[in-house]
């Protein structure tokens, strides 16, 4: 069996064993649904939090909750356990912290949008060119006027003043136009309402809490509730990929370590992929070639090897293959770049074992001394010592109020952010223009009566004048009649 410096994955013709000092190297665990591969990533969890290495895992389904629980004697795995010749089988529950984005079926998980960063959101945001422009206009801004992003309604307020003060921040900054402020601002509407208001905010989390460990040495094991989060993919990807970012950039570099600092398995990782532009693909390049000098190794779980770009692909050291089927052309295709991912084994053809393979078995290859590749071999995959399927909703609530966290982030926090600050600004220039409004009418209001004074000084001239101007007309006519009758006596 495995010693303390190795992990026990099986046995083939021999134990099959990954080891510690380099589970750092990364790693892949393939395989179509129903194969095998979510106990896969439970033993290994198991296995890495008694080395003592704290674990990160989506839990897509549900099921690998139960690996809080300790497991039940069934047939099926002691039969297990004595083909691959486990002497010390038993089972026991492992220590655990349950995560959740929106706060329900574990401790809320947030982060601010300063800390997402304008890439990371506009890729969760599925923005253009143009319009991940005006975010970096935005960004550029509060930082320039030390503005706080902190939650959703933040980002809102910053991108109105923008949209208001367009004209004048395009000179400095670059074309805005309205058409693409109201477009992030949907995009921001529809990402609230997929619950990523849960998400964003404050406390947010400190990457410490996700590498504890217990009195006793073992590794927490944190889960992430990822059942209800696989409805908005993009933001699944987004988190784990901030996560990361997050990892690479605060852990200090280790060297080479007898045990990796953590260990984070990216579960449905194809999501982080799929119609990702090219710059977020080298982003997640760059970090998983560089994190492994963090002392955290990532392991990618999907269901094809070829839903993992090439560059990613081929930084996986580790290997553990579950069946793919073979069924169209296309299978056949991906079988077989599956197979010549692997050190041959001149013993069986691999390409065909692929297809051949039972729940349970795989085929393993993992790093050696040197950091080469071992001679792939056909797998009996250990069975888990906590339990398989999911924790009640009993044993859940019980883990999370006993938890080490609890009660650190149940409750939010809003300070003043950009928001407040540009509501504080909002409301100045409305009372500076109520002010403004008011000395103007009590101006207008005083110069009245004068106006009024000289109309009524006026009117009663003109009556005089015009009372003078009629008598001088009757006077005339008076005359010129008197003139007149004398011609005509």
């Known amino acids: 069996m495995a010693d303390a410096s190795t992990i026990f994955l099986g046995k083939s013709s021999k134990p099959e064993t990954l080891q510690l000092k380099l589970a750092n190297r990364h790693g892949l665990v393939a395989g179509a649904t129903g194969t095998g591969k979510t106990v896969t990533l439970q033993i290994m969890a198991e296995a890495f939090s008694k080395a003592g290495v704290p674990v990160f895992a989506a839990d897509i389904k549900g099921d690998l909750s139960g690996i809080s629980q300790a497991g039940k004697s069934k047939p099926f795995l002691h039969k297990r356990a004595e083909e691959i010749e486990l002497t010390d089988y038993d089972f026991e529950a492992n220590p655990v912290i ?204 999907t269901q094809n090897p070829a839903d993992l770009p090439d560059a990613v692909l081929g930084q996986l050291g580790n290997r553990i293959q579950h069946a793919l089927r073979a069924f169209t052309p296309r299978d056949r295709k991906a079988v077989k770049a599956a197979a010549e991912t692997f050190r041959q084994n001149k013993k069986f053809d691999v390409s065909e074992a692929i297809t051949q393979l039972g729940i349970g078995e795989a085929l393993v290859s993992t790093l050696l001394g040197k950091g080469t590749p071992s001679v792939v071999q056909r797998t009996l995959i250990r069975p888990p010592c906590s339990r398989l399927g999911p924790a009640t909703r009993a044993e859940r609530k019980a883990v999370i109020e006993s938890s080490p966290v609890s009660g650190r982030y149940e409750k939010r926090i809003d300070r003043e952010s950009a928001y407040e600050l540009l509501e504080k600004r909002r409301r100045k220039r409305a009372r500076q223009q109520e002010k403004t409004e008011t000395e103007a009418a009590a101006a207008k209001a005083k110069a009245k009566p004068a106006a009024r004074g000289r109309q009524r000084q006026s009117a009663t001239e003109a009556f005089f004048k015009s009372a003078l101007r009629t008598a001088g007309r009757t006077i005339a006519r008076e005359l010129v009649r008197g003139i007149l009758g004398s011609f005509k006596r």
Not at 122 to 142: K, P, W
């Open 98 to 301: 349950f995560w959740d984005l929106f706060g329900k079926a574990g401790h809320p998980v947030r982060a601010t949008i300063s800390e997402m960063g304008p890439v990371l959101l506009a890729q969760m945001l599925q923005l253009n060119d143009t319009q991940e422009g005006v975010l970096n206009i935005a960004f550029r801004l509060a930082d320039e006027q030390d503005m706080l992003l902190i939650d959703l309604k933040d980002l809102r307020a910053l991108l109105v003043f923008v949209g208001e003060n367009a004209k004048e921040l395009s000179l400095n900054y670059g074309n805005i136009s309205a058409a693409s402020v109201g477009a992030i601002q949907r995009r921001l509407l529809t990402l609230e309402q997929q619950g990523a208001k849960n998400f964003f905010g404050e406390p947010s989390l400190e990457l410490t809490d996700l590498m504890r460990t217990t009195r006793n040495g073992r590794g927490y094991i944190n889960i992430l509730a990822a059942d209800k989060l696989m409805a908005t993919p993009r933001l699944y990807a987004t988190f784990l990929l901030w996560l990361l970012s997050e990892l690479f950039e605060e852990l200090p570099e280790t060297g080479d370590t007898d045990k990796p600092k953590l260990v984070f398995f990216f579960d449905e990782a194809h999501l982080l992929f799929d119609n990702a532009p090219r710059a977020l693909i080298e982003k997640v390049e760059q970090v998983v070639r560089l994190i492994r000098s963090k002392g955290v190794g990532i392991y990618f779980v």
